[in-house]
């Protein structure tokens, strides 16, 4: 495991607690972002009976609640680099799969998930570090499948200050939507539908979200 990996898993281990009590829903979300969620389950709820959908960077599971709600026939599961986040989605989703698992390294099967949402679980990867985290989201997508990822829109990195009250470092990337979408169409995806919001006050940052499908 290289080095910014390691910081960032064992960042979220320090700040997993936290975390799951001051984000435990999407009360947060502005409401562009949460239709983007909306149009994504749209497209995956019609594409099968029991569509399976991996939270990948499940974090403490507060997505997979949401996707649950949305429609309660998805069956979702979660992967997560840090095992004390994966903890907590497990205790805040008991019976669920949820996986200790690099996005680069996914335990699961080829073309195993009808949708895959990365909701700010890219943002700890440098652009330059994106292809294998895409090619293997991709991987695990059957063909027709989608992809949603959400993330921080620009160019450059930030270290967190005292992320969620703890003294633990941590480094975020912005991801810049045009270099995105070429990541994946390098992937193999093809990018249906594309959202970059302005910050709103308070918010340090733009937003990113792009749909794609796996050809
Ligand atoms: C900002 S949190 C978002 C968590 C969750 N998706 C949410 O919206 O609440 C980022 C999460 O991505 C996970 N993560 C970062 N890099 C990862 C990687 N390479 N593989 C798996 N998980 C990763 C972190 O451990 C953390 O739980």
Do not use: K, N
């Amino acid at each position: 495991m290289d080095e910014l990996r390691r910081q960032t898993r064992d960042g979220y281990d320090v700040v997993a607690r936290a975390y799951a009590q001051l984000l435990p829903d999407t009360r947060y979300e502005a409401a562009p972002d949460l239709a983007m969620v909306q149009h994504f389950v749209t497209g995956v709820s019609a594409s099968a009976e029991r569509p399976r959908v991996l939270d990948a960077g499940c974090g403490t599971g507060r997505m997979i609640g949401h996707l649950a709600a949305l429609d309660p026939s998805l069956d979702v599961v979660g992967a997560d680099l840090s095992p004390a986040m994966a903890a907590e989605a497990r205790a805040a989703h008991p019976g669920r799969q949820i996986d200790v698992a690099d996005l680069s390294d996914l335990p699961h099967d080829d073309a195993s998930f009808d949708g895959v949402l990365a909701w700010y679980s890219i943002i700890h990867t440098p652009p330059h570090a994106l292809a294998p985290v895409l090619d293997e989201l991709g991987r695990v997508l059957r063909p027709g499948g989608s992809l949603l990822l959400g993330y921080q829109a620009g160019t450059g990195d930030r270290r967190l200050d005292r992320p969620y009250g703890h003294d633990v470092e941590l480094r975020a990337f912005l991801h810049h939507t045009p270099y995105v979408r070429s990541s994946l169409e390098t992937a193999g995806l093809t990018v249906d539908s594309t959202l970059d919001r302005a910050a709103r006050p308070g918010e340090p940052h733009a937003q990113g979200f792009v749909i794609a499908t796996r050809g």
